[in-house]
């Protein structure tokens, strides 16, 4: 999910409403700093960067923003470590923000949570990550929620990789109802196949290309 809005608007909103100071900005952790700080799921952070590649048309598209008059100028990332969009979605935020050489700060949405609520999911979720993108007068371009459009559409094939764990559906696989250890390894192991399919899944990697597109148009329309 994304959006801008007409620039006369956003100035004015950004001016009388957002608590987004650039004095809130620079209190924001750096990425370095926020995965080096006792994170969970430093490994999903890490490989999620790592194998993240933008491609020559993305980068080429990337720097003609970054060079435009109103172009991006920094940028605040809103997450949380223990949820998956996150771990998947941050790092494809910091290698935009790479590729447009722009700064970008890391806020804890529990901690901010006058932050997450100037950008509710459908005016009341507080999904994440969110991005969103400032010009050098700090005027919001745009803004982007949790996941693309591609990944909302194929969220059945995570669920087929997960698997239903609610109490009911383990007893009917297993035949009998289930202790609570055994409702607990079942979650486990629905993890671990989660993981698995998290490493070495076409559809988790083209959701991190998707994002990166979408940002791409979502910027396009406001510059």
């Known amino acids: 999910m994304n959006s801008q809005r007409p620039a006369r608007e956003r100035a004015v909103a950004q001016a009388t409403e957002s608590v987004i100071t650039r004095e809130r900005f620079a209190q924001g952790k ?13 490994e ?10 933008i491609s020559e ?13 109103n172009g991006p100028d920094h940028m605040v990332i809103i997450g949380e470590d223990w949820c998956p969009d996150v771990y998947r979605g941050m790092p494809v935020g910091v290698r935009i ?9 890391i806020f804890e949405r529990d901690e901010n949570k006058d932050m997450i ?12 990550p969110v991005y969103i993108f400032y010009n050098a007068e700090h005027v919001e371009l745009g803004h982007f929620i949790e996941r693309p459009v591609l990944a909302n559409e194929q969220m059945d094939q995570l669920y087929a990789v997960l698997g239903d764990m609610r109490p009911e559906a ?7 109802e289930p202790s609570e250890e055994e409702i607990q390894q079942a979650r486990a ?16 990697a083209n959701w991190r290309v998707a994002a990166v597109d979408e940002v791409i148009e979502l910027l ?4």
Do not use: M
Request: charged share 30%; hydrophobic share 30%.
């Open 220 to 223: 396009r329309g406001a510059v």
């Open 30 to 42: 750096t990425y370095q700093e926020y995965i080096d700080s006792g994170i969970r799921n430093r």
């Open 117 to 128: 609520a100037e950008y509710l999911k459908d005016g009341e979720f507080e999904s994440i």
């Open 170 to 176: 383990i007893a009917q696989r297993i035949g009998h």
């Open 97 to 105: 923000a790479e590729a447009l050489g722009i700064e970008v700060r």
């Open 57 to 69: 048309e993305q980068q080429a598209s990337l720097g003609e923003l970054a060079g435009h008059s």
């Open 189 to 204: 192991e629905g993890r671990e196949r989660y993981l698995e399919w998290q490493r070495t899944s076409e559809t988790w």
């Open 44 to 53: 999903q952070f890490d490989d999620n960067y790592s194998s993240l590649s």
